[in-house]
Every structure is written in C-alpha cells, then in structure tokens.
C-alpha cells in the first residue's frame, strides 16, 4: 500500500486520485497485542489496496468504537509523549484532540481515530465515530444520535447480529424514518453470514439515501487481532495531515461522496464457533456477577 501525502499527488500535470481506506468498526480488546494488532490491520489494508484500489496511493484509517469502561484511545495517546516503541511502531499526535498517527518504517501509517459505542435504552447500540467524548449507556438512541450529532461527531447505528429484530428492528426503522442523512449512518460488520440475505434495514436505508458503513468489528479473542481491518470502505479524498478525523467526517457525512465497501463476510464454520464462543463468555460474565 503506497502511502500519499495530502495534497501532493500529481503525475504529469494530472491530479492522481487518492483512495482511503477506512475500518469503521474497530475494538482494541485488552487480550489484543497492540503491536500485533497495528501490524495485522497494516497488512489487511495492504491487501485490500491491491484488490480495490492498485494504481492509486492509499491512506488507512481506523475508527475505534470503544465501550463503556476502554480507554485504549487515551492510553495510545499518552504513548506519543514518550519514546515508546511498539514492534517497531511509533505513536503521534495530530492537530486534533481526537486522531493519532502509528508509524512504522516498513509497514506504513495508520490513522487512528477516537469513538464511542453506546448501548442503547432499547438494546440496540450506536457508534460515536471520531470523538473523544464519553457517553452514558442506557440512554435512548435518540439522545445519543442527538449528542453525538451536537458534538460534530459521526452517529452510526450498529448492525449486530440478532439486534435489529422485532422491537429492536422497529426502533431501527423508525430512526430511518425520522432522520435524516446528514445526523446518522447505518454500520455493517463482518460478523454477518455471507450467504444471509441483508437486513431489510439496509435495502431501506438505500432507498432513503443513507449511507451504510462496513467495518470488521472484532471479538473479544485473541485471534480477532488480526481480523482488523479485514472489512471496510475505500472513499476517494485526501486525509488533512492535521485534521484527519474532521476530514474524514466531513467526506462521510456527504452522500455525494461515493464509498465501495471492501473484505469478505463471514464463513459458517467461523461464524458458529464465534457465536458458541460469545455464548460462553457472557454466561461467564453473569456468573462472576452472582
């Protein structure tokens, strides 16, 4: 993956096109080796920059979703005040409070952003993408779709698997009614069966001109390290150097802008042992709260 600079990037007298790559779903779990995680997402966007994009120089984006109680954002940003390396990745800071630069020598940059999941009164859940505000769970969706808007942030509504059905699904498609694209954005992940058809939520969100945003959201496990940035979308523009997070928020909030998602869903086999896995850790949870 050819790595551009903003602004710079002409080829004889012609404006090249710059493609980012962004994972719009992304969790730094505390069983994730951080080294390992920045070179697995490195190598991720590396390949789907060979299959999407090959001829154009591409940008990389992660957009953390964190939950309730993570800070994983903040610890990475203390990490840029000091000398620490991480597998040979370096940390620093941008112009805004809320995106981050990794660097490493042979692997290229990423650029990493702040955000929020927010489990939701309704039990749905929403992301606050590229802000590095705290948010209570529990509050209806509305209100958060409300406070991030307000914040300038990127409201998107999560799909889950199993959390958009029955009164959960109907909460989903009275929100697609009621607002409008500029306030939220529906999110896919690459959790989702293959061979399922969509969720109807998605086929109405097209008709309604929403945009729908792929990312790989990994699972608590140690081996979902290396499924970030397997599952995303490749946006034409080029990343302000100081302000990416402002940038990219602005590219994704206009539904003139035109997105292609790229990665794979999940298979089955991988799809039943995460389930029957999630089961177990939950049940877990609840015991240690017994």
């Keep these: ?44 966007f590396r390949s ?21 109680g993570s800070s994983e954002f903040e610890r990475l940003r203390n990490l840029a005040s000091g000398h620490s390396s991480l597998n040979g990745w370096s940390i620093s800071r941008t112009g805004e409070r809320q995106s981050l630069v990794a660097s490493h020598q042979e ?8 955000g929020r999941q927010i489990r939701c009164e309704e039990g749905i859940e929403v992301l606050a993408l590229g802000t590095c505000r705290l948010y209570d769970d529990g509050i209806t969706a509305n209100t958060a779709i409300d406070q991030i808007h307000g914040e300038g942030a990127l409201a998107v509504v999560a799909w889950g698997f199993g959390k958009w059905t029955g009164r959960r699904g109907r909460v989903v498609r009275r929100i697609l009614e009621n607002r409008t694209v500029e306030e939220i954005s529906l999110g896919d992940n690459s959790g989702r069966l293959a061979f399922w058809p969509e969720p109807g939520e998605f086929a109405l969100s097209r008709r309604r001109g929403f945009r729908i945003l792929p990312g790989s959201d990994p699972l608590p496990f140690s ?37 292609r998602p790229f990665g794979q869903l999940e298979t089955p086999l991988r799809f039943l042992r995460n389930q029957l896995a999630m089961q177990l850790v939950k049940r877990q949870m609840e015991m240690s709260l017994v």
């Design 223 to 259: 081996s979902e390290v290396k499924r970030v940035a397997s599952y995303g979308l490749a946006v034409p523009g080029d990343l302000s150097s100081t302000e990416p997070a402002r940038a990219l928020i602005g590219m994704l909030s206009d539904s003139a802008v035109q997105t």
């Design 1 to 44: 993956m050819r790595q551009g600079d903003a602004g710079s990037h002409r080829e004889c007298g012609r404006k090249i096109i710059v493609m980012i790559l962004v994972d719009t779903h992304v969790h730094i779990h505390c069983c994730f080796d951080i080294g390992i995680f920045l070179a697995s997402a490195a190598l991720n």
């Design 107 to 114: 692997q290229g940059a990423l650029t990493i952003l702040a």
């Design 48 to 68: 789907a920059a060979a299959a999407s994009c090959p001829e154009e120089p591409c940008q990389a984006v992660l957009c953390l979703s964190e939950d309730a």
